[in-house]
């Protein structure tokens, strides 16, 4: 039996790849497996053991020594976020439908989890196809070369498996804006020539930060967000930063937002920061099928829009009531009430409640629906549990229950009180397939049945997955 310790270094094949981006190698039947982080299957690595427990361990990729046959040479810069972006999309597709299977039978013990497949949701665009992008500046970066980290000033993304140091950005990655990608480099040049340090992430000091970017695709434009702390905030000339991005961008920039951040957290706090529009507005507008979404750099929105529509389109598809009049369609985990108002839009004769724990995401659901003259749809900024029970009257009353849970999935107490408001349909959507396995379980062992499910590819080239599953009460 193999013998495995934390810290070892040992090179091994990547004989497979499971659900949640992990390749795996299993030396014999009685010997561990190793959960290799991004792990493709075909590699041979010399991997880092980061975690030991009697049946497996955790391991990091220290290098690749021989790339898989899968992987493909790009034209883009690979970074630690798209760790499939060298593989074959049509490959990657495949692979993930077969993950979903894979979880389902091993997780909610269903064999002919195939028979309920119904499409997978492809996304429209499999490059270039992201809306959001965070950069970080760090007075450490990677030097390609040398192989380590050295001082110096970068912008770009975290090193995979590292928390202390950037790997720049030199050529676009693939997933955000062309144009504005291919500006980095002089961003950086830019920041770099005002004498101010990037962020040194262990010490916690410095004045550059972060370079947040979102996109709409229905408008073209971009919204610019820079995070720096107040350490020679004196010093620095605000305006000739956005004269620059504007010279390079003219008339694509919406805004450009300067945020002060002196807390120790790189997560913004925006009750804890001072934020302040120095050009243009601090919103840009997205449009989704037939309604339009107004997007700040705090509000949650979908990272894949064209996608996304497609898959609120299933939605839709899967929670079409037949001969229902004036009946209840709740829409659970709502965040700011996309699909909320999506449904409401497509079944005027019905009312729709959205309800999130959310206070400032029900705000911006109850702002949007009234822009978009959504006069069907209610919202609550209610704990879901807390709201169902506040609710008794509602039993036998829903005719279709939306849930869109964060990754854990629903809780043991708001899954039971979901199954006693006795809907007569189901629609789970998740982006996680083991917690939505798991609950789905339990949903089957209450008198549900499998309908219909759909995958849908949101993220190209990483390892997440969306699915939305139809259950019908039997």
């Known amino acids: 039996m193999q013998v495995i310790k934390k810290n070892a270094r040992i090179k091994i094949k990547i004989q497979d790849i499971v659900y949640g981006g992990n390749g795996i190698h299993k030396n014999s039947k009685n010997d561990p497996v190793i959960f290799v982080k991004n792990g493709i299957k075909g590699q041979t690595v010399l991997a880092e053991i980061t975690k030991v427990k009697p049946s497996y361990a955790e391991a990091k990729i220290i290098n690749v020594i021989v790339k898989s046959p899968l992987q493909k040479k790009r034209i883009y810069q690979k970074i630690s976020g798209a760790p499939y972006f060298e593989i074959d999309i049509e490959h990657q597709r495949n692979m993930k439908t077969q993950l979903v299977f894979d979880v ?9 989890i195939e028979n309920y497949f119904e499409t997978l949701i492809k996304s429209p665009k499999t490059w270039h196809y992201r809306n959001k992008m965070e950069y970080a500046f760090s007075s450490i970066i990677y030097d390609k070369i040398k192989q380590r980290d050295i001082d110096d000033f970068g912008l770009g993304f975290k090193k995979a498996n590292t928390w202390w140091m950037v790997e720049n950005l030199d050529k676009e990655s693939g997933l955000f804006d062309k144009q504005w990608e291919d500006s980095i480099i002089r961003i950086r040049e830019f920041c770099q020539k005002s004498k101010l340090p990037a962020w040194n992430i262990p010490q916690k000091k410095g004045f550059f930060r972060n370079l947040n970017v979102r996109k709409s695709y229905y408008e073209n434009k971009l919204l610019i967000e820079l995070v720096t702390s107040s350490e020679g905030l004196n010093n620095f000339k605000i305006h000739d930063f956005v004269d620059f991005v504007l010279s390079i961008h003219g008339k694509k920039i919406a805004g450009i937002i300067h945020t002060i951040n002196d807390n120790i957290s790189d997560r913004i706090d925006y009750n804890k920061t001072t934020s302040k529009v120095v050009y243009g507005k601090n919103k840009i507008n ?31 598809d899967y929670s079409k009531i037949e001969s229902c009049e004036n009946s209840i369609i709740l829409d659970l985990f709502c965040g700011t009430g996309t699909i909320t108002q999506l449904i409401a839009s497509s079944n005027k004769k019905n009312q729709v409640i959205g309800v999130d724990i959310v206070e400032s995401a029900i705000r911006n659901a109850k702002q949007s629906a009234k822009k978009n003259n959504i006069k069907n749809s209610n919202f609550y900024a209610l ?27 629903i809780s043991k107490k708001s899954l039971k009180k979901i199954i006693e408001l ?29 309908d219909q499910f759909s995958i849908a590819d949101q993220f190209p080239h990483t390892h997440h997955i969306e699915t939305i599953f139809a259950l019908n009460k039997g």
């Open 286 to 316: 997205e449009k989704i099928i037939d309604l339009n979404f107004e997007i700040s750099m705090s509000s949650f929105f979908q990272t894949n829009p064209i996608c996304a529509e497609k898959l609120y389109e299933k939605v839709i």
């Open 422 to 450: 006795n809907s007569k349909k189901i629609i789970y959507v998740s982006c996680n397939p083991s917690t939505q396995a798991r609950d789905i379980k339990i949903l089957m062992e209450n008198g549900y049945e499998i």
């Open 104 to 112: 389902f039978k091993k997780i909610a013990g269903i064999q002919n």
């Open 383 to 409: 704990d879901i549990n807390k709201f169902l029970i506040s609710k008794p009257h509602l039993t036998n009353k829903i005719q279709t229950i939306i849930v869109d849970p964060p990754r854990p999935g």
